[in-house]
Each structure stands twice: as C-alpha cells, then as structure tokens.
C-alpha cells in the first residue's frame, strides 16, 4: 500500500472520529438546554410531553410523537426544537384541566362564584394571568370549549397544554391532582336529548351479540315507561345494570349515559335527576 492512500486513509478516520465526537457534543449540548432538561423532568414522571413555538403551538405532530420516555427527548427536541413544553392530557398523562381565561370578564365572573366550591388541587399560573387547574383524569371527560361559561375549557382526551411553570410561571398549589367534583363534571356534560333516539346505537350495537341489543332496548323501555314515583330508582336500576357491558366492550359508559337519559327525560324526570343518577348509578357499577 502507498503512502498517499494510507495517509488519505489516516485522515478519513480522523475524519469519521471527528465528526462522531461532534455528534456526541451536540447530543450532550441539546440534552442539557434548560427547556429540554425540564422536559426530561416531567416526562419521568410519566407525562407525554412535545416541543411547541412561543405562540403555544405544537412544532410537531405531536399526537403521535409525545413521548414519556425521558431518553427520547434530547433527540425529540434536536428533530423539532421549541421553547415551550406542551403536555398531552386525558389519559395519556394521566390529568384533566381546567382552563380558566380570567383576562375575560365571564370568566373571571364564573371562577368569582365558585371558586370557594372548588377542591385544593394542582394549579398552575398561566401566562396570560389565568389558571390550569389539574384535576385526575376521568373516563369520557371531553375537551370543550366555553360549554360551561365563556374562557372556561376543559382539557382531556385528545387535548394539551403548556406545561407553564417550566416557563417560570408560578405553580399556585403544589397539591396532588383531587378528582373532579361532582357538580363540575355536571357542566361539563353535553345537553341531555330531547327524546329516547337509539338511532345513533344501532351501529355499535349491530355486531354485539342480540343479548345486548336487547337489553339496551329493554332498559330504553322501563325507564320512558317508568311510573312516577319509581322513575328515580328504575333509571338507576337500568343503567346499573347496563353498565356489565362496559367491561366487555359492547358498550361504553357515554352510550349508556345517553340512551338512559333520553329515556328518563320521555318519562318525565328532570335534566339534574337524570345526570346525578345516571352517574351515581356508573360510578358504583365500574367507578366512573
């Protein structure tokens, strides 16, 4: 071999040496910016975090590349670099939020009324002066968007936000996550219907088995055709009972809800009744 190709050869692995230990530097460097370092933090606990631009908004498609895994985040944020942490919420990391704009008047109006309601629970500063206020994740919570009082959202499934004290915003309450008190949840649910259309079941409910179409159906029945003064405690009975199904997959507990209600509101009971029996009757079958 000549003495030209073994120093060409030399330089190309100095070369490759070179370029790896940059690499490596690089790796290190992003690893320890402050912004991927919290990240890191949080994910070790157990939260989906993803990178997002000074405007809040995801840099990525961050539905399918929030990570909890702590050692994915230094090359997460070199692939897709951003200032803020964006936490996925609902089940993915375990907390639904109360999102409260209180620069808006009805909202601030709304959290003045009820805020002493309101259990001690996890609670950010955000950076626009309102609040996060995380609550434990409940099953079927749904993100909404001024439902319950104008600036007033709700953050679950299918939902984030930023993860403001690793901007350096305050954290007001460092309690552990309380779950959603009752008459809360109670605004958060979508209006009742106005009459018992099974219509929207009969999609799911063509490939269970006829045992559990008929049961829906029987139940449907007994609670429109409830006698007054056995209204409450039928309704109760029914969606208890439908709720074996949910275990299995046949049914979940919003169907259940919905077809209960619309039911119960033919019979002649009140939207208030329904939703406290209806839930009370959920929670003690599957706690939900």
């Known amino acids: 071999m000549g003495s030209c190709q073994v120093q060409l050869e030399s330089q190309a692995s100095k070369k490759g040496k070179n370029l790896m230990s940059t690499q490596k530097r690089e790796h290190s460097r992003l690893a320890l910016l402050p912004v991927a370092e919290k990240a890191q933090l ?3 606990h157990g939260l989906k975090i993803f990178p997002c631009n000074e405007d809040k908004k995801p840099v990525c498609k961050w539905s399918e590349v929030a990570t909890n895994c702590p050692e994915s985040v230094p090359l997460l944020w070199r692939t897709y670099p951003g200032t803020l942490i964006g936490v996925a919420t609902g089940k ?4 639904d939020v109360l999102d409260l704009d209180l620069y808006k008047p009805d909202a601030d109006a709304w959290y003045q009324e009820h805020c002493a309601r309101i259990p001690a629970t996890r609670t950010h500063k955000t950076r626009k002066d309102g609040l996060h206020l995380l609550f434990r994740h409940r099953e079927n919570m749904r993100n909404s968007a001024g439902k319950i009082a104008p600036g007033v959202d709700v953050r679950a499934d299918g939902g984030y936000i930023i993860w403001w ?7 007001i309450d460092k309690s552990r996550a309380q779950p959603w008190p009752a008459w809360l949840v109670e605004m958060t649910q979508p209006p ?3 009459k018992a259309d099974l219509e929207h079941l009969d999609n799911k409910l063509k490939d269970a088995d006829r045992y559990v179409q008929g049961a829906v159906r029987a139940a449907v029945q007994a609670v429109a ?3 007054e003064g056995r209204r409450n405690d039928i309704l109760n009975g029914e969606t208890y009972s439908l709720a074996r199904f949910i ?3 046949y049914l979940t507990a919003t169907d259940i809800a919905y077809a209960m209600s619309a039911a119960a509101l033919q019979a002649g009971l009140s939207e208030r009744e329904i939703q406290k029996t209806v839930a009370s009757a959920l929670r003690a079958r599957v706690g939900v």
């Open 225 to 227: 055709s409830a006698p």
């Open 247 to 249: 275990p299995e997959g």
């Open 192 to 194: 009742l219907p106005r």
């Open 165 to 171: 004290p690793a901007a350096g915003y305050e954290i």
């Open 92 to 95: 993915a990391s375990g907390f």
């Open 42 to 44: 949080l994910a070790r």
